[in-house]
């Protein structure tokens, strides 16, 4: 997945042979990691991935349409035709990719301290076309003959509507003496100190201010945002980014400093889910790959869009291999959409967890084969499935800044598109399936004991759409899968962060879940190896529970850690920590919260508050 830096040129015409590569990074990472506007360090510069508006173009016409994906439930969520998964093909006279911009633009000399954007103080050479290159300080080459390589800043600002900008140097320190008529910056870093407080701005005029308390909160209360989006490009007139405000509008929202490589810079906000039947067959599969063509037949009249259909099905016979009421039941599924009745993610949910819960399957993107329980954990687990093979697509909807729970979400592009970036992954995974009963009672009976983790919930976005009042399982469920997914990279040959959980946990009564899936998905077409999938074994299952049970009852951290009611991110885990229960940020739905150990081997006072409790006595 290479990126590409565009040369500062007006004429979009004259502009395609000058593209340079900057960058590479896996394709997966670029709904994730680095998705459009995120800041990433490439080896000559900073940059800010572009938005999705030219990728059309950027990443070729004709690979574009071999890029488009599709998840009939998450585009009926999402109200999007497809999904693309970006991928570079390169060829002799064309470098496809997505347009970086570098960002941000304030650098500075280490040598002589020099301080603002890149192009007012770097050498000049004879090179203009060359966008992607090291730049060098001027002021420096002219004066000692040497190139010394200037540094982006190590600071921008944003706000919770996820807009960027410069830090303002300037203002900062003139914020005391006002603002002179002709600012020339430089930085002076202490050796003494790696604080803040070291790192000084002065300007020819005599001021100077330190960076001491930047990153507090309110440092920035007499600044104002304007709405810069650097990510969707420059302004119609080339002057300024690209913001959705009127001139000298501001944003309501606060200014923050951050960090340029700093995690709190970018949240993407994923929405994934499984292939599941009827959508899982092959023959929709062969549909999907010429949706392009039967969009177009979709779109006409009644009787010429039979005729097409007919040919289509005449023509691709041998191929389908389905009888033509299959073909058009098929038909019926991608353009019918059950009378186009929108779901929501919590359908999404129920749908995935039925077809887990229900007979074996054995479609191309969602094979499954039911195991027997393990005899010690009869009237405990109902249900184990091993998924032989799995299909997951995941798209990204928008990104966060500052809080991952807070704020509007960012746009990808200046306009509404009819697509999103996504990632098409296929896997294998175990299905654990707990039993009803069972779970309902060890709620009623540990109410009060999980009272003050549901009032703590109220204020977390992602941890009360989790568990309430009453339906407290989701912390049985999730603790269960951490434990589980500890104990399985000992044993499948994967690291902890190849792993995944999907927890299906009941979130009203209409539709009771209590399942865990744990799963393993990667870009690569041809998917796993199958060394987790045989870890659902009824033997190998046996030992695996065990053995994550036995685990579980002894942490490092005791007995602190397993009478403890407050760890973790806003005090939402209880006897959950690093030692023993939390994993990577890639293998966790929910940022590790809601962990308890008691909930599966109960307390030093009372063992039986856990739910396998019988199990060791």
Same mark, same amino acid.
């Given at each position: ?19 340079? $590569? ?28 572009? #938005? ?7 990443? #070729? ?12 439930? *998450? ?75 200037? $540094? ?34 430089? $930085? ?10 070291g790192i ?44 959705e405000?009127?001139? #000298? ?44 063509? +039967? ?37 019926v ?6 009378n ?31 195991s ?13 499935? $091993? ?12 990104f ?11 746009? *990808?592009s200046? &306009? ?16 654990i399936r ?45 603790t ?59 033997e ?20 602190i850690?397993?009478?403890? &009611? ?9 006897? #959950? ?30 063992n039986? +508050? ?8």
């Amino acid at each position: 997945m290479a990126f590409r830096i565009k040369p500062k040129n007006k004429d979009e015409s004259q502009v395609k042979s000058f593209f340079k $590569i900057a960058g590479e990074i896996r394709k997966s990472q670029s709904i994730t990691t680095y998705g459009p506007g995120a800041l990433i360090d490439f080896p000559r510069m900073s940059g800010i991935l572009a #938005g999705i508006d030219n990728w059309e173009n950027t990443l #070729g016409k004709t690979n574009f349409n071999k890029l488009k994906i599709h998840e009939r439930n *998450l585009e009926r969520i999402l109200g999007k035709k497809y999904f693309v998964q970006p991928q570079t093909k390169e060829d002799e006279k064309n470098i496809h990719g997505i347009i970086v911009e570098r960002f941000p633009q304030f650098c500075y000399c280490p040598e002589c301290g020099a301080l603002d954007r890149y192009y007012k103080i770097e050498k000049k050479t004879n090179n203009t076309k060359d966008y992607n290159r090291d730049s060098f300080c001027g002021i420096c080459f002219q004066s000692k003959g040497r190139d010394v390589k200037l $540094i982006p800043s190590r600071f921008v600002v944003s706000c919770k509507c996820g807009h960027m900008d410069e830090f303002p140097y300037d203002a900062w320190v003139h914020r005391k003496t006002g603002r002179c008529a002709e600012p020339k910056l430089s $930085i002076e870093i202490s050796k003494k100190t790696n604080s803040l407080e070291g790192i000084i701005i002065k300007c020819q005029c005599g001021a100077k201010e330190n960076l001491d308390g930047i990153m507090d909160r309110n440092a920035l209360y007499q600044f104002k945002c304007y709405g810069s989006m650097p990510w969707l490009g420059k302004k119609e007139n080339n002057k300024g980014w690209y913001t959705e405000l009127e001139q #000298g509008e501001a944003c309501d929202e606060p200014l923050r400093v951050l960090q340029r490589g700093a995690n709190n810079v970018y949240y993407p906000d994923i929405v994934s889910a499984l292939t599941i039947p009827p959508y899982s067959s092959r023959l929709q599969r062969i549909l999907e790959s010429d949706m392009e063509v +039967l969009e177009q037949y979709n779109e006409m009249p009644e009787v010429l869009r039979k005729q097409n259909y007919d040919y289509y099905y005449t023509k691709n016979k041998d191929r389908l291999r389905c009888s033509p009421e299959q073909y058009y039941d098929s038909l019926v599924l991608e353009f019918g959409f059950e009378n186009n009745k929108p779901i929501n993610i919590n359908d999404l949910l129920v749908g995935e967890y039925s077809a887990l819960c229900d007979e074996d399957c054995s479609d191309p993107d969602f094979l499954t084969i039911e195991s027997e329980v393990p005899e010690e954990f009869h009237g405990l687990i109902d249900q184990v499935k $091993i998924v032989g093979r799995l299909r997951e697509v995941e798209v990204l909807k928008g990104f966060r800044r500052i809080a991952a729970d807070e704020g509007e979400l960012a746009p *990808l592009s200046k &306009k509404a598109m009819d697509w999103l970036p996504g990632n098409e992954l296929f896997g294998e995974g175990i299905f654990i399936r707990l039993n009803e009963d069972k779970v309902s009672k060890w709620e009623v009976k540990n109410a009060d004991r999980y009272s003050m983790i549901i009032s703590r919930t109220k204020e977390n976005f992602y941890a009360s759409t989790k568990i309430s009042e009453g339906n407290i399982r989701y912390v049985l469920l999730h603790t269960l899968a951490h434990l589980v997914i500890r104990e399985l990279t000992m044993k499948c040959g994967y690291s902890t962060a190849s792993l995944k959980e999907k927890i299906y946990s009941s979130i009203s009564s209409d539709k009771l879940m209590c399942g865990i899936l744990i799963y393993t998905a990667s870009a690569d077409s041809d998917g796993s190896l199958g060394g987790l999938a045989r870890q659902g074994v009824t033997e190998n299952l046996r030992d695996t529970l065990l053995e994550a049970l036995e685990s579980a009852s002894w942490c490092s951290n005791d007995p602190i850690c397993i009478d403890s &009611k407050s760890q973790g991110y806003a005090s939402l885990n209880y006897a #959950g920590c690093h030692a023993c229960a939390l994993l990577p940020e890639t293998s966790c739905e929910i940022n590790n919260i809601l962990l308890d150990r008691a909930a599966l081997i109960g307390t030093s006072d009372n063992n039986s +508050l856990g739910y396998f409790y019988s199990v060791f006595s």
